[in-house]
């Protein structure tokens, strides 16, 4: 496609629910990185993927929070036993290739997540 | 790990004047510092970035400043129009692999 696609735009979930988070970064782009960004803030760092590995996973809160890339591109960020604390904006953002130098980020529009 | 704060939290400005946005970061070893504006409701956009062995760079009406010594950097924006109004954040990663970290934003609004 032609930008960062996410889906869904919006779930709304109510406490305890599992829910699964899609992202389908721009072709070719190898880097993968998941940022959840509350009402008022900048955008915080949870998980970033090299490929299909998880290069860098210290963003995760706890261990209700997982991600994965299986085949390299497409990435889903898996949420457990919700919380209304999880209640945010999921982004998923792609780079070429941040390995010989850092390049643009391209975010996807989101995934508003409500915990009622 | 990285830390970075941004300031003011909230800017307005009259159209036509100049605007500034100021952050610091912690850690000496990032070389890296790209800023992203956000419009209400959409995703973060590069709009300009600048790496630890350049000064200044510009673009336009929109210049960024960089401070290693000090740990500081600032994005400038000449002749500000309507359009310009947004939230702009601030971020900085050690470059390579390593995540971006961005500070808590400032939301400009340009007046009339």
Do not use: M
């Amino acid at each position: 496609g032609a930008g960062v696609s996410q889906t869904p735009s919006n779930k709304v979930t109510e406490k305890g629910k599992y829910v699964e988070l899609r992202c389908d970064p721009i072709s070719g782009h190898t880097a993968l990185y998941w940022y959840r960004q509350s009402l008022g803030q900048g955008p915080e760092f949870l998980i970033y993927f090299q490929g299909t590995g998880a290069a860098d996973d210290s963003g995760l809160p706890n261990d209700r929070f997982f991600a994965v890339r299986p085949e390299g591109s497409v990435s889903t960020l898996k949420i457990q036993r919700t919380e209304r604390g999880d209640s945010a904006v999921y982004l998923c953002a792609s780079s070429l290739n941040p390995f010989n130098s850092t390049g643009e980020l391209f975010f996807g529009e989101g995934s508003r997540l409500t915990v009622l | 790990g990285e830390n970075v704060e941004q300031h003011p939290s909230t800017l307005s400005v009259q159209e036509g004047d100049s605007a500034v946005i100021k952050c610091t970061y912690s850690d000496s070893a990032s070389n890296y510092f790209p800023w992203y504006k956000q419009e209400l409701g959409k995703r973060p956009q590069l709009i300009i970035d600048i790496r630890s062995n350049v000064g200044e760079k510009k673009d336009q009406r929109i210049a960024v400043t960089l401070n290693k010594t000090a740990k500081h950097f600032s994005l400038h924006i000449t002749e500000t129009q309507p359009e310009d109004s947004a939230v702009y954040f601030c971020a900085a990663t050690l470059g390579g692999a390593s995540k971006l970290t961005f500070g808590t934003g400032t939301r400009l609004q340009v007046t009339l």
